[in-house]
């Protein structure tokens, strides 16, 4: 067996020993790279090139170790719990839809307010940068992920769904770390009176 897939042997054994810690582990090591990614792009073009932003990175790694991570593993397990509809192309539409409309406006509701409160904000900043951003994501959000688990809840082995999706998530945890940024940057030009400062 080549070393890749040795490697890959270990990675699907404690997966389904220690689903909860490897996986988290993985989100937040994805998320890094997914954020390092971001910064790398918004460098582009710009005439004065800024220094790699390690506070930001660690604030999105962070949140997918201690929050998301741990959190989408059970759910991902409780959905082969909760859908016990007969038949894949049902079981597929109906664990895509508890996806989509039961966990992710809760969960990036809650990565727009951990952002802001990890930036220093307060609670009321976080909820309100969660209000102003949510529904642009989610039209985002709904057809790529719809899209993703189609592969997901057929072809990828339960053992090996996280892993899969934490890959997505190196271009998706580009995304919204970019998303986040621009809102960072919307919140940093307005004073605690809620006007936007004169330029």
Known sequence: MSILGRVAAAYGRASQSRPVIVQSCTSGCIASIGDVLMQQIEQRG????????????G????????????GYTLWMRSLERL???QGTARAVVAKTLLDQLVWTPPSLSIFYVSMAMLEGLRLADGFERAKRMLWPTLQVNWPFWCCVHLFTFTIVPPAWRMAWVSTIHVGWNAFISGLNEKARLTDENVPAGGEEEER
């Open 83 to 85: 859908v016990t509809v």
């Open 46 to 57: 710009s005439a004065t090139p800024k220094r790699w932003d390690r506070e930001r990175t």
């Open 59 to 70: 604030r999105i790694a962070l949140f997918r170790l201690t929050v998301f991570g741990p």
